[in-house]
Every structure is written in C-alpha cells, then in structure tokens.
C-alpha cells in the first residue's frame, strides 16, 4: 500500500483516515465515506483499484471533471478512461475495446451510461473489483444536489452482489447518510466521517461599506494567486469583472447568462491559470477541481451557511491557506429577504428564512467562525481558540470612541463637499501630498488632529461609522462622505458612540504568512510548468501541484532521488518531467551559489513534510507541551478530549519531525523489544499485521511509537527537522 502510494502518486503519508478507508476497501467492506473537499477522498479508491485485479468503475456526475480526473491519473502512469455523451460513438468503442483488453485499471462513468442498452450487460461480463461512487449525495432527494440520473445506481447492488461498494461525498446530513447508503443498498456499510473542520482555511466577515475599494485592498499584492468572488447577480459579476480589469487583474465573468462556449472558455482560463480572478455567480465551482485556489471573497451575501461552506471550501484543496472573506451588509440581507419572499411554496419560504437567520448569526455573532460553521454542520469543535478566523485573531473589544467619531465627523463637515475615506484620513493624520496641498486642506483645522491611530484602524474606525449609520458613503466607485441626522447627534449633542476597538497591528490577511520558501524560484518553476501545461493541453496542477512546487523550491533537490522524494513526484512523472525541473533547479542553484539542502530521506521517508505548518497548529503543538510535561498517553487524551489514538499519531508526528522525545514513559521497555523484533524494517512495516502477530498483549499505539523510533533512528542524523 505505502509503496504504491509513493510510486504512483509520490506521497509518502496518507491524510486523515485514507489509510484505514483503503484498508477496508481492500478487505471488500461496502462504505461510505465523509470527508470536505480537499480530504483526499479520490485516492480512497484509486489507490485500492491499482492494487485489485480486476476493473475500478468510478460514478461520477461531473463530466467536465471526468477528463480531468482520468488526465491526472494517466500523467501518474496509471491506465484509465472515461465514458461519457461527450466522446463519439467510434471513441467509446474503442475504450470498451480496450476495457475487454484489461488495458484499463479505472474506469470513469457518467450515470446515465447505466441506462444505455446493453452497457449494463458489457459491465458484467468484465471482472469488477470496485464500485466507487462519487458524489454520493446526488442520488438523495433530500440532498442540495439531487440528479435523477443517479437514480439508476441503486441497479448497482442488484447486478454485482459481491463486488464492494463505496460511495464518497462532501456533504451529507445524518439524513441524506441513511438514504445514501438505502438506495445503493449498503445498509450494512460502514462509515468514515472525518472531520469537516477545513484547518487550512481562514474566515472573515467584513461589514460591507465602500466594498470595491475593501476588495482592491485584499488583492493587493496577491496578482500571482488564484481566487473566486463571488456576487449574486449576473449584473454586478458583469461590472465587477471589468472594473477589476480596468485594475489591472485578469479577471473573468462566469454566470448563467453566458452562452456555454464563453463558460466554458472562461473556466477552462481560470483552470489553466490564464486568469487569475473568476468573478461568478454561484452557478460557478461544481465542476471544478482547481487545487490552488487561495481566495474566496463573497463580495455579496451568500444564501446560507451549506452554501457559504461549499463555496468557501473551494479555496485551499490542495492542504496551503486559504483566506474566506464575505463583506456583509444590512442591504444584502434585505434583498435576499426579498427574493425569499417570493417563493411560493409557504414551507420552503419558511426553511428558507430561517437558514438566513442562521447565517446572519454567523456573520454578526462574536463567536468563533470555526466553531459556529462546524456546529451547523453538527461537529463540536472545542478549542478556545482556532487560530485562523477573524474573532480568534482579533478579539473584539468595543471602547468609546466618540472623540474618534468626532474627529472624522467634524473633518467631513469643514470639507464642506465630500470627500472619499482616503482624503478625510490623509487631513486627520496630516498628510502632505498634493490632493491636500492643492485643496488648501492643510490649514483645516481638522488637519493633523488624528494621529493616535494608523491608517487602517482610521480606516476601520470610518467604516464602523458608516456601517452604524453616523455617516453616509455615496457612490459605487469612488465613493465619498457625507453627515446624516445622526452625525448631528454625535457633533452636537453630545452623544456617545460606541466603536469596536481597531486592530493594533494592520489587517493583515494569512494567506502567506508562515511560507518559507524560495519565492524566485518557486516563479521560476511555475513558469516552466505552465510551459509545458500548455504543450500538453492540461491544466498546470497536472503536471505539479503548488505543494510540489513549493517543496521543490525549499530544498532545492539536485538529483533525481532528491526529486523523488518530494511530495507528488511518483515514478512516472519524475521520469516525464525529472531532467527538466532538476535542470532548472540546478541551473538556478548555480547561478544563486546556493547548495542543495541535505535533508532528504530516502524512501520510505517518515519524515512528515507538512510538520512545520502543522506544528503550528496548536493541536500538535499542545500535545508536545503535554508530553513535556510528562504526561501518560491517557492523560493526555482525556485532557485534549481527543482518542488515545490520536494522541498516539501525534506524538510519532513530533518524533518523525526529529523532536526528541523517549517513548520509554509509553511503552516499556521489555515491550520495545518485542515490538521491534516484530516489525523488522519500521520502513515498510504496517500497523495491523504487526498487530495480528503480537496480539492482544500490545496496542495499535506501542506499536507505532515503537516503529517511530525505530524510523527515526534509522534516518539518525540525516533526519529532517523543520524550522520552527
Ligand atoms: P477531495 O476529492 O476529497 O476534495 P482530492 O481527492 O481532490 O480531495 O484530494 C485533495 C488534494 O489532496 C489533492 O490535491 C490530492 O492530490 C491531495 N492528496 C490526496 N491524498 C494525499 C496524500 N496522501 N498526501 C498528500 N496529498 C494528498
Ligand atoms: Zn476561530
């Protein structure tokens, strides 16, 4: 399983349940299976179909991903095809031909092939080792995303009695999991649910004032990366795009209202990283597996909360941060009251309205966003503080600012005619550039009154304002200041005005915080990649995820057992592309005078690459304090309210990372010996036969604390440690 992992798909650790998914798979346990986007659920069942005789039929509703899917797999060195209404009569043939032949070990299909005459027939005379079936939620009514076609998969377990099942989705309510597993008749399946907490994901609720300039402002810095915004109406995806244009973004529209050829065109650009901003309606993102989106901004109120996840969710697949930004208004929550109002049906008009309240909660609450978004979806999520969302980070205090509201109320006054947010902050801060100049704005008396505050807590003290009402913003783009009644109230009578405190520090976004690479390079090499994405027609993520990329850049690998032991470089493509990358590399490395670092393993690597970015998760980080501490397993899993297990793989995380830690408090030592004679090579050793052998004198967790001293032993002095 682990050697196939590394030489197919370059990996050499499996993400959060893989392992023991494929194990049951291989054992041809029916299942269903429960991960968020971006858990890996693929490998799931591509792993398992190279590792079984026979054929893997995948079910899939999204034929513009089947390609994609079936590309990916071909560029690993591994035989599959597709069959869906978008190839010719004479293409199909030839793939059922080559199907007959054994010459394809996955196989992608669309539902309704189910139905076609004589198909059902083709299928069973072919030796089957897998139903997979992905998007399970299709075929619930009760699902969001219900397809008719899918229907016909509950023929499945009629025709193949004995060939396993697993059907996989991203979202799925304790309901829809009943009557997913009803309908394809796998009552008796087991359940993987993993954990819909999305830890590389950051969320933020903006209140929306003056929004295009809040966009700009997220954007700056950030022309290289790829995003969504998203907007409800076709109209404003419309202006929204060439304004962004007009900015010097290469952004796109995607909604309902263009013809087919121009969405398809325009997606395909945004996948090929052609353009990097698709402005969309939420007509956009089903089909798409774009890996290194790393902004999502709902520029406009999403529906509610299953859609907020779901399109938030399609930021940061490929495991990198990813920042979720929604700018939130009053207006937008009026309008889409509105269009619920015009529903007919009295029921729907009700679930409706209260999933918006849900929503508005979220956005207004003082809660963290994690903690509320994972609650909806029913997962309690208890730690105090998550680390990547706005409340988390930005403890709200609110403090009296009427003498900040003041001061920008009575600098809008003495202007006399409006002015935008920039200028009104310029004067109070007492800046000398020529708008203030050639205006005469320096003699105000308003002129250098404000300079307690930086830039953007002024900034954020404005918007405050205007979103409480004390002053009006007018305007779409450039949008100026205007007093209103209740400014009055403020300059002139006295009133107080309570202010959430500003941040101290500016606003940063965490899209890039902890990267430590080597960005130059990193450019280099993604332009070498699009290079060759666009001689072979595919997407750039075919060729080499970011993640690779990335890798590839910090340890600068100058040979090709270097390169193989990057993370997604498998066997067929460090063939295919090896020479080419190490050249690039090594050329650049040359020029640079920088020397290759010697911190590769060689396979099987324990090294847990992602360490360093998890370490900083507080998760492990509070395991390694516990364990410092000298805390037993138990302890430790019933302080953290986490399963011995899991505190288990932790810890043989923290050792693989090279922190020194004596597994001798967990395991004794007589037992160490046992162990260690059982496993032989820690390298290829698995959990569970070592397990068979030892019995039930020995746990899952002494043997892997045992293994992971044996590994980090093995690679002695070579071993990799990520900076901290
Ligand atoms: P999902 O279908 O659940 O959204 P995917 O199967 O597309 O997830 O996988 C998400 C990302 O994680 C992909 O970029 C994939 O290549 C990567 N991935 C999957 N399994 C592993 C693994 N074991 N190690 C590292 N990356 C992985
Ligand atoms: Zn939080």
Same mark, same amino acid.
């Given at each position: ?59 899939? *509703? ?11 797999? %071909? ?7 597709? =069959? ?15 199907? $007959? ?8 299909? @669309? ?42 998969? &509950? ?14 989705? @991203? ?14 008749? =796998? ?20 209140? !929306? ?15 290289? $990366?790829?995003? =969504? ?23 796109? *529209? ?21 353009? /990097? ?10 089909? %798409? ?6 902004? =999502? ?86 730690? *105090? ?65 404000? &300079? ?27 949008? %100026? ?11 002139? /009578? ?41 001689? /072979? ?12 990329? !990335? ?39 040359? @020029? &640079? ?57 932790? %810890? ?56 992971? &001293? ?10 990799? !440690?990520?900076?901290?």
């Amino acid at each position: 399983m682990f050697k196939t992992l590394h030489k197919f798909f370059g990996y050499t650790n499996f993400l959060p349940l893989q392992e023991a998914i494929i194990r049951d798979v291989l054992d041809r346990k029916d299942l269903l299976v429960l991960m968020p986007t971006g858990g890996g659920k693929s490998l799931c069942y591509q792993l398992p179909a190279l590792l079984f005789d026979g054929l893997t039929v995948v079910v899939s *509703p999204l034929i513009a991903l089947m390609k994609d899917q079936v590309d990916g797999l %071909i560029s690993n060195g591994i035989s599959a095809a597709y =069959i869906n209404s978008s190839l010719s009569y004479a293409e199909i043939s030839k793939i059922m031909g080559m199907i $007959e032949q054994g010459d394809v070990k996955i196989l992608y299909l @669309a539902p309704e092939r189910l139905m076609v005459p004589g198909f059902l027939e083709f299928l069973k005379g072919l030796p089957i080792s897998l139903f997979a079936v992905d998007e399970a939620h299709c075929i619930s009514e009760w699902g969001h995303d219900f397809r008719p076609e899918y229907r016909q998969l &509950k023929a499945l377990k009629d025709n193949f009695h004995g060939t396993p099942l697993i059907a996989l989705t @991203a979202t799925a309510t304790r309901d829809v999991q009943d009557d997913i597993a009803r309908q394809l008749k =796998i009552p008796q399946g087991a359940r993987y649910q993993a954990s819909f907490n999305r830890k590389n994901l950051y969320y933020r609720i903006e209140p !929306k004032v003056n929004p295009y300039q809040q966009l700009l402002k997220h954007l700056e810095g950030r022309k290289k $990366e790829s995003g =969504i915004i998203y907007c409800q109406s076709r109209k404003m995806v419309d202006s929204l795009s060439s304004s962004l244009q007009e900015s010097g973004y290469r952004a796109i *529209p995607y909604h309902a209202g263009l013809t087919t050829e121009e969405r398809d065109k325009n997606q395909d650009r945004f996948i090929k990283d052609d353009a /990097e901003i698709i402005v969309a309606t939420i007509a956009f993102g089903m089909g %798409i597996d774009k890996p290194n989106v790393r902004y =999502i901004i709902h520029y406009d109120l999403p529906k509610n909360l299953e859609g907020y996840y779901q399109e938030t969710g399609r930021a940061g697949r490929d495991g990198l941060p990813g920042d979720c930004i929604l700018f939130f208004s009053y207006g937008d929550k009026v309008k889409i009251e509105y269009f619920i109002g015009q529903k007919e049906d009295q029921r729907d008009r009700d679930i409706s309205y209260q999933k918006l309240r849900k929503l508005i909660d979220y956005c207004e609450g003082n809660t963290c966003r994690r903690k509320v978004l994972l609650a909806y979806f029913g997962e309690d999520f208890d730690e *105090p503080n998550c680390g990547r969302c706005d409340i988390c980070l930005e403890p709200r205090e609110k403090f009296d600012g009427t003498v900040a509201a003041q001061k920008i109320l009575s600098c809008v006054y003495r202007l006399g005619r409006g002015f935008g947010i920039n200028h009104v902050i310029d004067i109070l801060m007492g800046a000398r550039n020529k708008k203030v100049i050639q205006n005469n704005h320096h003699t105000l008396t308003t002129y250098g009154i404000g &300079k307690e505050y930086s830039k953007d807590q002024w900034q954020s003290i404005a918007r405050e304002l205007v979103y409480l009402e004390f002053l009006d913003m007018e305007g779409d783009k450039y949008p %100026i200041l205007r007093l209103n009644d209740k400014s009055k109230g403020v300059l002139s /009578e006295g009133e107080k005005v309570f202010l959430t405190k500003p941040a101290m520090e500016p606003q940063k976004l965490h899209g890039n915080v902890d990267d430590a690479f080597d960005r130059e390079l990193f450019e280099i090499l993604r332009t070498l990649r699009k290079r060759l994405a666009d001689e /072979e027609g595919v997407p750039p993520y075919i060729i080499f995820p970011d993640t690779t990329l !990335k890798e590839m850049a910090t340890y600068y690998p100058n040979d090709s057992l270097s390169l193989s032991n990057i993370s997604g470089v498998g066997e067929k493509k460090l063939q295919r592309y090896g020479d080419i990358f190490l050249n690039t590399v090594t050329e650049y490395c040359r @020029a &640079k005078g920088i020397k290759p670092k010697q911190t590769i393993t060689k396979w099987p690597p324990p090294i847990h690459k992602s360490l360093s970015k998890e370490l900083k998760t507080s998760t492990l980080r509070m395991t390694l304090e516990f364990c410092n501490k000298g805390m037993t397993l138990e302890k430790m899993a019933e302080k953290r309210g986490l399963a011995v297990s899991t505190v288990s793989s932790h %810890i043989e995380k923290l050792i693989l990372s090279g922190e020194d830690i004596s597994i001798d408090r967990f395991v004794r030592w007589e037992k160490q010996e046992i162990i260690t004679k059982a496993i032989g090579d820690p390298g290829t050793a698995a959990l569970k036969p070592i397990k068979e052998i030892l019995g039930d004198d020995f746990s899952y967790e002494e043997i892997r604390l045992v293994r992971a &001293k044996m590994l980090s032993e093995k690679n002695g002095a070579g071993t990799l !440690k990520p900076s901290r």
